[in-house]
Nanobody, 117 residues
Framework: QVQLVESGGGSVQAGGSLRLSCAAS????????MAWFRQTPGKERERVAS???????TYADSVKGRFTASRDNARNALNLQMNSLKPEDTAIYYC???????????WGQGTQVTVSS
């Protein structure tokens, strides 16, 4: 079993920064790929960033240049540094993991990020 626990959400004013972290436990083969998604009510879940072990991260166009995803393989962790936050970044952010980036079977409980104008 894989468990993912997110932390670091909160409230910030536009232009500010937040850092999210996701701690993974269980067999590491289950989280070869780790990703961040976000969702707001009435909208589809959006993939924000994903990293396969040993490969560079990929980003949604909406966050390129502002968000940086990184993995700490020694700690089985996934981080998301979010800078220049905008009100439209407000969402619940979820950590996900899987054996491939197309099969993300494990999800965290989510952490709220709120950006006020």
């Amino acid at each position: 079993q894989v468990q993912l626990v997110e932390s670091g959400g909160g409230s910030v004013q536009a232009g500010g920064s937040l850092r999210l972290s996701c701690a993974a436990s269980g067999s590491s083969r289950h989280y070869y790929c780790m990703a961040w998604f976000r969702q707001t009510p009435g909208k589809e879940r959006e993939r924000v960033a994903s990293i396969a072990r040993g490969l560079p991260p990929t980003y949604a166009d909406s966050v390129k240049g502002r968000f940086t995803a990184s993995r700490d393989n020694a700690r089985n962790a996934l981080n998301l540094q979010m800078n220049s936050l905008k009100p439209e970044d407000t969402a619940i952010y979820y950590c996900a993991a899987g054996v491939t980036c197309a099969t993300l079977n494990y999800w965290g409980q989510g952490t709220q990020v709120t950006v006020s104008s």
